[in-house]
């Protein structure tokens, strides 16, 4: 009967401390759950903001419009009866002199459009 006081709350003691050592552990692994669920949930936004750009972006791309632009301005086709004309926009410093000093001189609209044209 000694034994039996005695063991009862330590028998008590012990299946409260492992019930509590359980249940922590399911807290934390439900914490840990949550915070990766929600780490996915971000990821998924991004994700699913990220397909709706590129879709739209696939929708630009797909137009007439910019196929043609694009066939122009980076493999320099053209339609039938134009004329492609590339400009180099690298000077040196003597032809920018040249260029304006040229410029000051000119004075009216007329001279300006010849001198675009012709250069002279």
Do not use: C
Request: aromatic share 8%; proline share 2%.
């Amino acid at each position: 009967m000694f034994l039996k006081k005695k063991f009862l709350p330590f028998l008590f003691l012990l299946g409260s401390i492992v019930t509590i050592i359980s249940l922590s552990r399911s807290v934390i692994r439900t914490y840990r759950r949550e915070s990766r669920l929600s780490n996915l949930r971000k990821e998924v936004a991004l994700a699913e903001e990220k397909i709706k750009e590129l879709s739209q972006k696939v929708q630009e791309q797909e137009n007439d419009q910019f196929v043609e632009q694009q066939a122009r301005d980076k493999l320099n086709m053209a339609k039938p009866g134009e004329k492609i004309v590339i400009v180099n926009k690298e000077q040196t410093s003597q032809e920018q002199q040249i260029l304006g000093q040229a410029t000051e001189n000119l004075n009216t609209n007329l001279a300006k459009w010849h001198y675009l044209f012709f250069g002279h």
